[in-house]
Every structure is written in structure tokens, then in C-alpha cells.
């Protein structure tokens, strides 16, 4: 199984589904989602490509959780301050 895959199997249990986020708006799951990973809320720009994403259909609110472990932990030479600063905060 790819790790999407895994993500996606987990958003429909029903241990998610009684948990906190479920049924909550999306920003707010995406910024949870945030503040769970890296101890701050989505950037603007980033909440914004997120929530256009979901609710055009392109991802699902799980595959911002692969997304987003992926890019912290394949961050490599950035110049992008904010995404050393993650990397750094990473909670694994």
C-alpha cells in the first residue's frame, strides 16, 4: 500500500469520524492538520491552495497529511525560511 493510500483508509474509520476534526469545517481541519505537524496555523497562501484543492475534488483532506509529512521530511536545501523553520518543528 502507498502511504495515500494508508491515509485515506484511516479518514474513513470510525475512530476519525468520533474524533475532534471530523464534521468540522475544512479550514479548520487543514489548520489543525497544521498545528498537529509543525505548532502553527496553515499560511495563508497555503490554506488557500488546500481548501481550493479539497473542494474542487483534485485531493482529499487526507492526502494533505502525506503532503505535508512528505515535504518536511524531503525538505532539501530550501531557501524557503518557513519550511526550515517546519522542518525543525516536525512533530514525528
Same mark, same amino acid.
Given at each position: 500500500?502507498? +502511504?495515500?493510500?494508508? $491515509?485515506?483508509?484511516?479518514? !474513513?474509520?470510525?475512530?476519525?469520524?468520533?474524533?475532534?476534526?471530523?464534521?468540522? &469545517?475544512?479550514? %479548520?481541519?487543514?489548520?489543525? +492538520?497544521? +498545528?498537529?505537524? %509543525? &505548532?502553527?496555523? $496553515?499560511? %495563508? $497562501?497555503?490554506? &488557500?491552495?488546500?481548501?481550493? @484543492?479539497?473542494?474542487?475534488?483534485?485531493?482529499?483532506? @487526507?492526502?494533505?497529511?502525506? =503532503? +505535508? !509529512?512528505? &515535504?518536511s521530511s524531503n525538505l532539501c536545501n530550501s531557501n524557503n525560511?518557513? $519550511?526550515?523553520? =517546519?522542518?525543525?518543528? %516536525?512533530?514525528?
Open positions: 500500500m502507498q +502511504l495515500k493510500d494508508i $491515509a485515506k483508509h484511516l479518514s !474513513i474509520q470510525d475512530e476519525y469520524k468520533k474524533s475532534t476534526m471530523h464534521g468540522k &469545517s475544512l479550514d %479548520f481541519q487543514i489548520n489543525q +492538520l497544521y +498545528l498537529n505537524l %509543525f &505548532s502553527r496555523k $496553515a499560511d %495563508f $497562501a497555503g490554506l &488557500s491552495y488546500w481548501l481550493r @484543492s479539497v473542494e474542487l475534488g483534485s485531493n482529499d483532506i @487526507s492526502d494533505l497529511v502525506c =503532503d +505535508l !509529512i512528505l &515535504s525560511n518557513q $519550511a526550515i523553520i =517546519d522542518k525543525k518543528n %516536525f512533530r514525528q
